[in-house]
């Protein structure tokens, strides 16, 4: 029941970079967040955007959500060794008669000094 | 991680052993799920339960188990029935109905030998 794939599976820049990571999902939602995953840890949640949303800002974070391309993209600017991280786009999706979170496959983000 | 805590943090099984693994919050939040997360994967949901003494199978639910008999807490059983149990197992709790952010434990790593 995957609705959000993350893209690129693995990036790799130097600190100080910019880095973009893009998730496309299938159907239709009320909101799409993206959470942080450092190794061997729970996730931590980043933002959410609503659908009636098209930018978000956080600190660093700048998210971009176009729903008539069923896209979103979350920008890290000026990073950092720390933001060295898995990161997952989830979405919204009806299961089963109940609205659930669907997490993608994350994309695996390293920063080199 | 908030205030929900997973214990314990590494967790050793033989086959044909079954094994609970515990999840506690304080955040005072209705609504707890269980995910399984497999080396370089997403999250795959196992069970959920939003409210006390009610709870609902997810994606990936057989061979588990669960019971939610306070508010505050969600164990999960992984019995023998469960042919590759080895995987990183998460809990997070949610306000309540719906899809907003969700905050997730700092996990169990479960290994058969």
């Known amino acids: 029941s995957q609705q959000g794939e993350e893209d690129p599976q693995a990036l790799s820049i130097q600190e100080g970079e910019n880095a973009t990571m893009n998730c496309s999902y299938k159907?239709?939602?009320?909101?799409l967040q993206w959470y942080r995953q450092n190794s061997g840890r729970g996730l931590v949640h980043l933002i959410l955007?609503?659908?009636?949303?098209r930018e978000k800002h956080s600190g660093r974070l700048r998210v971009t959500l176009d729903t008539s391309k069923k896209s979103s993209s979350l920008l890290i600017t000026a990073s950092r060794a720390a933001d060295t991280a898995s990161y997952f786009c989830?979405?919204?999706?009806?299961?089963?008669?109940?609205?659930?979170?669907?997490f993608g496959q994350g994309t695996r983000l390293t920063i080199n000094p | 991680d908030g205030g929900i805590t997973q214990s314990p943090k590494y967790l050793f099984r033989k086959e044909g052993q079954n094994v609970t693994l515990s999840c506690e919050q304080n955040?005072?939040?209705?609504?707890m799920y269980w995910y399984r997360q497999d080396p370089g994967q997403g999250l795959r949901l196992i069970y959920y339960?939003?409210?006390?003494?009610?709870?609902q199978k997810g994606d990936i639910a057989e061979g588990y188990s669960v019971s939610r008999e306070k508010k505050e807490s969600f164990p999960l059983t992984v019995t023998s029935a469960q042919k590759n149990p080895t995987a990183f197992y998460l809990c997070?709790?949610?306000?309540?109905?719906?899809?907003?952010?969700?905050?997730f434990g700092p996990g169990t790593r479960l290994t058969v030998l």
């Open positions: 955040l005072n939040h209705d609504a």
């Open positions: 955007i609503r659908s009636n949303e």
């Open positions: 339960s939003q409210i006390v003494n009610d709870f």
């Open positions: 159907t239709s939602i009320n909101n």
């Open positions: 989830a979405t919204d999706a009806l299961i089963q008669g109940a609205q659930k979170l669907v």
């Open positions: 997070a709790t949610q306000t309540g109905l719906g899809t907003d952010t969700q905050y």
